[in-house]
């Protein structure tokens, strides 16, 4: 069964720290896709950042950092140098290829993160 | 590009009643799926559409079903409300219906049931 376990569920920083969020993920799957979601007082979940089982590179994209190791089915997030407007409950999901291989995310508890100036 | 919409943003429904969400995806997306999010259990998948036909369906009771019509647009409709029922309600559009297409979501339809 898939499974996707974020322990921390608030993380209180202050500006300009720097700040990792945990993700693990269980699955029996070989091909697998791993989704991090952002969720501001809005609502509206935004896309942030996807990886396949295949491609275990790190990734950067300005401030933020993807951390994916398979041998610990982990796939943590990092913020360099946070602001206030980081400040957002952030999803970790899952989508597995086999069975119908369709669209389908398992989403982890989620983690608060509060930046305060 | 114009995002996904949801209307309404927020409804107000009593025990018993039934419901009917809207969402208007991304325009060129023809994959949608819904979701339902609540502070006790979390994001939760409902189910999911292409080219009108429903693909996968989340561990939801028969009360809740959806349509796809063949602009892409979809509907999730709520019988019989129960007050575990209300929640968030978010749609989400993407181009191909494969489980490696990320997702853009909707801002969400806000339920209570009183």
């Known amino acids: 069964a898939q499974k996707v376990t974020q322990a921390q569920t608030e993380i209180s920083v202050v500006e300009k720290e720097d700040v990792t969020l945990d993700c693990v993920y269980e699955t029996r799957d070989t091909t697998y896709y791993l989704f991090w979601y952002k969720q501001p007082p809005s609502g509206e979940l935004v896309f942030l950042i996807r990886r396949n089982s295949f491609d275990e590179q790190n990734e950067i994209s300005g401030r933020y950092s993807w951390n994916f190791q398979k041998s610990t089915s982990s796939f943590n997030f990092t913020i360099t140098a946070s602001q206030v407007v980081d400040s957002a409950v952030y999803f970790c999901a899952l989508s597995e290829a086999r069975g119908t291989g369709f669209q389908k995310l398992v989403f982890g508890t989620g983690t608060r993160l509060l930046v305060s100036p | 590009k114009a995002g996904v919409t949801q209307t309404p943003r927020y409804l107000i429904k009593t025990r018993g009643q039934q419901v009917t969400l809207s969402c208007s995806p991304i325009s060129g997306h023809r994959s949608v799926s819904w979701y339902q999010q609540t502070p006790g259990q979390g994001l939760q998948f409902l189910f999911e559409?292409?080219?009108?036909?429903q693909r996968n369906k989340g561990n939801f009771p028969g009360r809740f079903s959806g349509r796809q019509f063949s602009n892409s647009r979809s509907e999730m409709n709520v019988s019989t409300l129960e007050l575990g029922d209300s929640a968030l309600y978010l749609c989400?559009?993407?181009w191909g219906g494969g489980a490696n297409y990320e997702q853009y979501f909707g801002p969400g339809t806000r339920l209570t049931v009183t």
């Open positions: 989400a559009s993407s």
């Open positions: 559409y292409f080219s009108e036909t």
